[in-house]
T-cell receptor, first 118, second 113 residues
Framework: AQTVTQSQPEMSVQEAETVTLSCTYDTSESDYYLFWYKQPPSRQMILVIRQEAYKQQNATENRFSVNFQKAAKSFSLKISDSQLGDAAMYFCAYRNPGPFGANSKLTFGKGITLSVRP | DVKVTQSSRYLVKRTGEKVFLECVQDMDHENMFWYRQDPGLGLRLIYFSYDVKMKEKGDIPEGYSVSREKKERFSLILESASTNQTSMYLC????????????FGNGTRLTVT
């Protein structure tokens, strides 16, 4: 079974600075998807960024980018120019490529709480 | 935008009660999921469904059942609520193709006393 590990329960960053959130995963598959979700106090899970394992290029979405190291099974999220609105819980998640049944589910890490200091 | 609606934001029930958590999505998605979120444990999958009347157990199905009579609606049932089922429950949906991320509802915080 696939596992996702987020070893840091909490992190803090100064506003306008850069912060990196770590995630590692374990799988025997060669093709899969990785995601970072954000959960603010409103509880709505928001997709931040996604990465397909077959793509070597790291995904970016505005101030958010990932460092995807397939061989090391590492998928870290970098937030640049941190803003107060970035304060939230962040979850790393893994998904197999198949659309059916067990392959359609996401496996989540335990999450990391990010605080942003003004 | 995809909208996933959970019927209750907060719910308080007594031990032994039968509890229904309802989830409706408006994007004709085939896949629907129920997750449970607890501090320090992240999100854990309870049940999921990839078609009407189809269901599969997730990682922690004990004490729960589900119903999917219509494509847009996926219900989570606690047959006899217990205090250890006090938690945040999140419903999600996704299309069969193209494969992509899950879209989540706002969650139901259930307290069992």
């Amino acid at each position: 079974a696939q596992t996702v590990t987020q070893s840091q329960p909490e992190m803090s960053v100064q506003e306008a600075e850069t912060v990196t959130l770590s995630c590692t995963y374990d799988t025997s598959e060669s093709d899969y998807y990785l995601f970072w979700y954000k959960q603010p106090p409103s509880r709505q899970m928001i997709l931040v960024i996604r990465q397909e394992a077959y793509k070597q290029q790291n995904a970016t979405e505005n101030r958010f980018s990932v460092n995807f190291q397939k061989a090391a099974k590492s998928f870290s999220l970098k937030i640049s120019d941190s803003q107060l609105g970035d304060a939230a819980m962040y979850f790393c998640a893994y998904r197999n490529p198949g659309p059916f049944g067990a392959n359609s589910k996401l496996t989540f890490g335990k999450g990391i709480t990010l605080s942003v200091r003004p | 935008d995809v909208k996933v609606t959970q019927s209750s934001r907060y719910l308080v029930k007594r031990t032994g009660e039968k509890v229904f958590l309802e989830c409706v999505q408006d994007m004709d998605h085939e896949n629907m999921f129920w997750y449970r979120q607890d501090p320090g444990l992240g999100l854990r999958l309870i049940y999921f469904s990839y078609d009407v009347k189809m269901k599969e157990k997730g990682d922690i199905p004990e004490g729960y059942s589900v119903s999917r009579e219509k494509k847009e609606r996926f219900s989570l049932i606690l047959e006899s609520a217990s205090t250890n089922q006090t938690s945040m429950y999140l419903c999600a949906s996704s299309p069969l193709r193209p494969l992509g991320p899950l879209h989540f509802g706002n969650g139901t915080r259930l307290t069992v006393t």
